[in-house]
């Protein structure tokens, strides 16, 4: 089993719409959690960590669920600049994180 | 200030010949990182370097060696290419290596093994 899965999508929403997706992870003793994002062809860049209280920043809201080992991403008021793959990504120990393979989200016009 | 850089870009090899990739940051951050990244799966850790003068291997360390030249630089030595290392190679780096901190990466190299 994957330490870390991830629906990889793709979803297709139109401009201003809300999109949620999830990932799970499989090692109850991990600490830290993440959202990188991915552009096509290019390098992952940090998104927002993951509080246990979950969080937002701007129209984006992470959330995490401890007991179901899952955590989310919600992305309200859809941009095209939003059109990427978001990479959920783990640390259970200093120095290694474990990553999804990624959800591709495309918003069109 | 660049960041991290990798170079080169793009690469293509024969099965058996050797390549080193390079990469540097900038930011005077003490621990790096060499992952690859191949279709369908996610970022997996090939070595890691926690700070100058120490290296350590990940998850997928086999066929591959790094040195750690200095705090900048971090490099990646394919000693006898294999079509199963076609991937694209990312470079990171983060402050301290902390399970909370934002790794930062550079723009990858895309590597085919013929």
């Given amino acids: 089993r994957k ?45 927002m960590s993951v509080y246990s209280s979950g969080n937002e920043d701007g129209r984006f809201t992470a959330q995490l669920n401890r007991a179901s080992q899952y955590i989310s991403l919600l992305i309200r008021d859809s941009k095209l600049s939003d059109s990427a793959t978001y990479l959920c990504v783990v640390a259970r120990d200093d120095y290694k994180l474990s990553f999804g393979a990624g959800t591709t989200v495309t918003v069109r016009a | 200030n660049a960041g991290v850089t990798q170079t080169p870009k793009f690469q293509v090899l024969k099965t058996g010949q050797s390549m080193t990739l390079q990469c540097a940051q900038d930011m005077n951050h003490n621990s790096m990182y060499w992952y690859r990244q191949d279709p369908g799966m996610g970022l997996r ?70």
């Fill in chain 1, 3 to 47: 330490e870390v899965e991830q629906d990889p999508g793709p979803f297709n929403v139109p401009e201003g719409a809300t999109v949620a997706f999830n990932c799970t992870y499989s090692n109850s003793a991990s600490q830290s959690f993440f959202w990188y994002r991915q552009d096509c062809r290019k390098e992952p860049k940090l998104l």
């Fill in chain 2, 45 to 114: 850790l090939i070595y890691y370097s926690a700070s100058e003068g120490t290296t350590d291997k990940g998850e997928v360390p086999n066929g591959y060696n790094v040195s750690r030249l200095n705090k900048r630089e971090f490099s990646l030595r394919l000693e006898s290419a294999a079509p199963s290392q076609t991937s694209v190679y990312f470079c990171a780096s983060s402050e301290t290596g902390e399970r909370t901190d934002t790794q930062y990466f550079g723009p990858g190299t895309r590597l085919t093994v013929l």
